[in-house]
């Protein structure tokens, strides 16, 4: 009977926690959902507007000061994870992304110092094992994700690049693709990547496009804006391929604890079927010897 006490504790056990997964999954399925419109809906504005960019002869005159290349002594590297686990490999990527790039670096700039803005108690909680290399946790964006709270971490960076605190800024996150699927990107932020525009099939383009009042007014003022557009589209990629890892993560666990329950259940049944036939044969057994 102890064995039979011990399945229907797992039994329950198991039971509770697939309750509990199924719930995560439809609070996960129901967000995911608003993430995706989310970001359906930024990705045209972005990539037109970074095409526009693109698409002018971007040459020594008509530069911004967020085109500007330097030597890189100070690097700023972005990562944005989660605030919350139970979503798969989804922070561990980018935290393993992060360390192949900080050594890289080191690798690469010996000399450089580098710094991190941390967006994501997951990876802020992992970094900050190392001593001086987060200068910033700003894992309240994952919370309330709004341009305007966006924009204004983007803006502080591209002054901080202005004032020459930073000659390479560059952002890893999870790039939404589908619910099953999370593309790990490192993209660079500044200086601004000139190049031309590309068309569904990756080739190259020309845009004939008529600027007023002229290209260098145009850059000083869509070159931030570009720059504030791309760093929320790549807060609303990271939150979609978040919640839609949690989403399959929790749907996976719930199929696991239906396996198992099934398992369990037949465990219990022929370990109750097992006693049930001692104790018969026990009877039957004590009744021959008095017959005796």
């Known amino acids: 009977m102890a064995n039979l006490k011990e399945v229907r504790t797992r039994i329950a056990s198991v039971s509770s926690t697939q309750q509990i997964t199924s719930a995560m999954k439809m609070v996960s399925a129901a967000k995911f959902r608003r993430a995706q419109n989310s970001i359906i809906g930024m990705r045209p504005y972005a990539t037109q507007l970074a095409d526009i960019i693109a698409s002018m002869d971007v040459g020594d005159s008509l530069q911004t000061p967020y085109h500007e290349r330097r030597r890189v002594s100070r690097i700023l590297l972005v990562a944005v994870t989660s605030n919350k686990g139970l979503c798969g490999a989804f922070?561990?990527?980018?935290?393993?992304?992060?360390?192949?790039?900080?050594?890289?670096?080191?690798?690469?700039?010996?000399?450089?110092?580098?710094?991190?803005?941390?967006?994501?108690?997951?990876?802020a909680d992992y970094f900050a094992k190392q001593k001086g290399?987060?200068?910033?946790?700003?894992?309240?964006?994952?919370?309330?994700?709004?341009?305007?709270?966006?924009?204004?971490?983007?803006?502080?960076?591209?002054?901080?690049?202005?004032?020459?605190?930073?000659?390479?800024?560059?952002?890893?996150?999870?790039?939404?693709?589908?619910?099953?699927?999370?593309?790990?990107?490192?993209?660079?932020?500044?200086?601004?990547?000139?190049?031309?525009?590309?068309?569904?099939?990756?080739?190259?383009?020309?845009?004939?496009?008529?600027?007023?009042?002229?290209?260098?007014?145009?850059?000083?003022?869509?070159?931030?804006?570009?720059?504030r557009s791309q760093f929320y589209r790549i807060m609303l990629d990271s939150l979609a391929a978040e919640h839609g890892a949690r989403m399959t993560a929790m749907q996976k666990a719930t199929d696991n604890a239906t396996e198992l329950l099934k398992e369990l259940k037949l465990s219990y049944n022929k370990a109750r079927q097992t006693s049930i036939t001692n104790e018969i044969i026990e009877i039957v057994s004590g009744s021959e010897a008095l017959k005796r």
């Not at 591209?158 to 990107?185: A, C, G, P």
């Not at 993209?187 to 525009?197: G, I, K, R």
């Open 91 to 123: 922070n561990a990527n980018v935290i393993r992304q992060a360390e192949a790039r900080l050594q890289y670096y080191r690798d690469s700039f010996p000399a450089a110092t580098t710094r991190m803005v941390a967006i994501g108690k997951r990876g």
């Open 133 to 227: 290399l987060v200068c910033e946790n700003r894992s309240d964006l994952l919370d309330a994700t709004t341009f305007d709270a966006v924009a204004s971490l983007a803006d502080s960076i591209m002054q901080q690049y202005r004032d020459k605190e930073y000659d390479l800024v560059e952002v890893i996150y999870n790039q939404f693709k589908n619910s099953l699927t999370q593309i790990l990107s490192t993209e660079q932020f500044l200086p601004v990547a000139v190049d031309s525009p590309r068309d569904r099939s990756g080739h190259a383009v020309a845009e004939d496009y008529i600027y007023e009042p002229g290209k260098e007014a145009i850059l000083r003022e869509m070159v931030p804006l570009s720059l």
